[in-house]
């Protein structure tokens, strides 16, 4: 059991980040993380947690991103598995340090830029989160200029990582945002 909770990973995120974007993103990491825990049947808030802090370098050292999660984390005790699991979604993108294995860092890696689709998707529609249905959400997903600074070459990759049907991954990600819509500020 990890230590690390959704309270200490929002502590430890609020000494690095101070950009009200970038809360809301590690609040739709983390409501994904929380849907794929559950579809994998893992510790749900620790999954939510590593989701909240993953960008927890970003603000201060946007170029060099994941490379100083380590000195920042090692402090506050996160444990080494956590530390690793949060580097590995820049893997090969930020980083080469650690190519996400488990079924954790292999979520990460997927939903921190699928979340970024989905959030731009419910921004435009009137009902923002609710009723979004996966079957309108893939026509998005499929139009490379919409929300085109979410990598979807790295989501695809993440989705053959995780062995899984892109959509099931598509809908743990839908169904985790909508229950966090309020907290994300739809």
């Not at 060099?64 to 893997?91: F, K, N, P, T, Y």
């Not at 488990?102 to 990460?108: H, M």
Request: proline share 2%; charged share 30%.
């Amino acid at each position: 059991m990890s230590s690390l909770t959704l309270a200490k990973a929002k502590e430890i995120l609020s000494k690095h980040t101070t950009e009200a974007h970038l809360f809301t993103h590690a609040a739709a990491v983390s409501a994904a993380m929380g849907a794929m825990a559950e579809h994998f049947g893992e510790d749900k808030e620790h999954w939510e947690a590593i989701g909240y802090l993953h960008d927890v370098d970003y603000e201060k050292y946007p170029d060099e991103h994941c490379h100083h999660v380590r000195e920042l984390l090692a402090d506050e005790g996160v444990e080494e598995a956590d530390i690793r699991a949060i580097i590995s979604h820049g893997w090969g993108i930020t980083t080469e340090e650690a190519e996400p294995l488990s079924a954790i860092e292999k979520s990460l890696y997927t939903v921190d830029e699928l979340t970024g689709i989905v959030q731009a998707y419910a921004l435009m529609r009137p009902e923002k989160m609710d009723g979004m249905e996966l079957k309108s959400f893939k026509k998005k997903f499929k139009d490379k200029k919409f929300a085109a600074k979410c990598s979807r070459e790295t989501i695809k990759k993440g989705f053959e990582m995780l062995g899984m049907e892109p959509g099931d991954v598509m809908q743990c990600c839908i169904e985790g945002m909508q229950a966090h819509k309020e907290e994300l500020g739809f």
